[in-house]
Every structure is written in C-alpha cells, then in structure tokens.
C-alpha cells in the first residue's frame, strides 16, 4: 500500500511538471494573439497627402495691349481665391465677340458700350456688361504732318472704319474745329454726316488694327487707344490732339468686361470683376501707362 501511494505522488509530480512546461513564459505573447502591428497605429510616411481642391478656370478674351496686359497682373489676386485665370489674346474685334457667345469664353475684356451694343443689334448676340474698367483717350497722332495747324488743304486723315469709332473720331475732328457733322448722328455718324469740310480733308476709313501702319502714308490719323499704344503710341505724350479726360467720352467710351446675358451671377466672374478693379489694377494702370490708359474707378 505505501509503494502504491508513492507511486502516485510520484505520477502527480510528473504531470504537473509536464504541465508548467507547456505554458508561455511570463511577458511572452500567446500564439493565438499576434501583436499588433506598430505600423497600423501610426501614420506611413509613404502616405499621400490629401488631394488639393481643383481650381475652377475662367476663360477670357482680350486684344494684347493693354487688356491682357492688364488681365496677367489679375492672375494672382484669382489664383488666391481658388479660380485659374486663361487670357486668350485676340487682335481683331469680331471674334472675340462671337467666341464668347458661343460659349468658348467666359468673359472678354477689350470694347466698350456702344461698340457692343452696335455688335449686339448686328449680329443677334446676346452679350452684356459686367462692370466698367478703364479709358483709353482716343487721340489724333501725326503722320506726314507734325501739327493741326499746318494741316494742309486735302489732307488725309485716317479714322477707323467700325461704326462707333468712327463715329468718334469725327467727333474728335469736330472738337478741333477740322470739321462739323450732323448734330443728330451721334455715335452712328459717318462720314456722310459732315455737313462742312472747310480744308476739303479726304477722310481715308481704315481697319482700326491699322491706323497705325498707315502713318507714313497719311497726314494724320485718329487711333483707338489700344491699337496706339500697341505701336508704341502714348495719347499723353505723342498725340497732337486728344479727347479730354473729364468729356463725355471718358465714361461713354470706358473699357468693359462683358459677358454673355444670363452669367451676371456667376461667382468666378464676380471675383473677376471685382480683381479687375482693385487696387493693384489701379496702381499698375496708372504707373505703366501714364495716362495714355485712365481707370475708371
């Protein structure tokens, strides 16, 4: 009986022996629990950065000097409000009428009212203004005659061919005292509304991208604004004659942002409008153009 009982403890010693054994030491992980993984707790830095919002673009057309001049000084004050500005050059000024109103632009900048509203009547476009931005004094510069008051007996005066500004610039003539023309042609006159030519001047109507070419070939040629000072031409300093800046010109004839009827409400073209006419714009205009471009604002 007492080598049975020994026997016994014995086999007990031995089992829980065997059983110590088969545990994980303290501070071990069991194999049914794996550890976590460091690197799902923390950030990779293989990660990408969250995607940037896309900026919304703004398509505008515009004649090279001075608007897209002028429009290259608004792409940053856009660009901090979330909007890409793309300036789309033009030299003539049909088709970036007609590309805004089928759509292909958002807005242009290069006419101003009555050149639009005529545009308008003519063509069955359906464009209107936003806001105001700038003046360009429409002057008279000299080709082979250096002043008015040797302008001889059948000079040629050049003058633009669309109707507003031809308009314009017979008025211009009219102011010098050169000619008188119909007093209730207004901005439609042409050349068959002078009612007295007392110099006898053959008026020679020309593409207004032009008139400045055509200074070597005639005595004196009134030229829009823009087209001046694309030649190099500056109303302030070069002309003989020039449109006072306080006439009903300097607001009747003021620069427009335009749009197609129907967008007045468009918030990029709000913050465009409202670029065109901050501070920055004014500083610019003013300094660069020294007179030859007037803000309206």
């Known amino acids: 009986m007492k080598k049975l009982s020994q026997l016994t403890a014995a086999l007990l010693l031995t089992l829980s022996l065997l059983a110590g054994c088969s545990q994980a030491p303290a501070g071990s992980q069991s194999n049914s629990t794996p550890a976590p993984d460091a690197s799902s707790s923390q950030p990779s830095s293989q990660e990408s950065p969250a995607p940037t919002q896309t900026p919304v673009k703004i398509v505008v057309g515009a004649t090279p000097t001075p608007h897209a001049e002028i429009l290259e000084v608004?792409?940053?004050?856009?660009?901090?409000?979330?909007?890409e500005l793309d300036i789309r050059e033009f030299t003539?000024?049909?088709?970036?009428?007609?590309?805004?109103?089928?759509?292909?632009?958002?807005?242009?900048?290069?006419?101003h009212q009555p050149y639009l509203d005529d545009f308008n009547d003519k063509n069955d476009t359906h464009i209107v203004t936003l806001t105001t931005v700038h003046y360009e004094p429409f002057a008279i510069y000299p080709g082979k005659t250096a002043s008015?008051?040797?302008?001889?007996?059948?000079?040629?005066v050049a003058v633009p061919n669309d109707t507003t500004n031809e308009a314009r610039a017979l008025l211009l003539l009219e102011?010098?005292?050169?000619?008188?023309?119909?007093?209730?042609?207004?901005?439609?006159?042409?050349?068959?509304?002078?009612?007295?030519?007392?110099?006898?001047?053959k008026i020679v109507e020309i593409e207004a991208a032009?008139?400045?070419?055509?200074?070597?070939?005639?005595?004196?040629?009134?030229?829009?604004?823009?087209?001046?000072?694309?030649?190099?031409l500056n109303a302030a300093t070069d002309a003989i004659a020039a449109e006072d800046k306080d006439s009903l010109a300097a607001t009747t004839f003021a620069n427009i942002l335009a749009i197609r009827a129907g967008d007045e409400n468009r918030e990029d073209l709000k913050a465009l409008a409202e670029a065109l006419r901050s501070e920055e714009v004014r500083a610019y205009i003013q300094n660069t153009y020294e007179g030859a471009v007037v803000p309206t604002f």
């Open 74 to 83: 608004v792409k940053p004050l856009l660009a901090a409000q979330g909007y």
């Open 92 to 111: 003539d000024y049909v088709q970036p009428n007609l590309t805004l109103e089928n759509g292909e632009l958002d807005a242009n900048y290069f006419q």
């Open 148 to 156: 008015l008051d040797v302008l001889p007996d059948g000079a040629q």
């Open 175 to 201: 102011a010098q005292g050169l000619i008188k023309v119909k007093p209730d042609a207004g901005l439609e006159a042409t050349i068959n509304d002078i009612t007295e030519n007392p110099k006898n001047l």
């Open 210 to 232: 032009q008139l400045a070419r055509s200074l070597p070939d005639v005595d004196v040629a009134v030229i829009n604004g823009n087209y001046a000072i694309q030649a190099g």
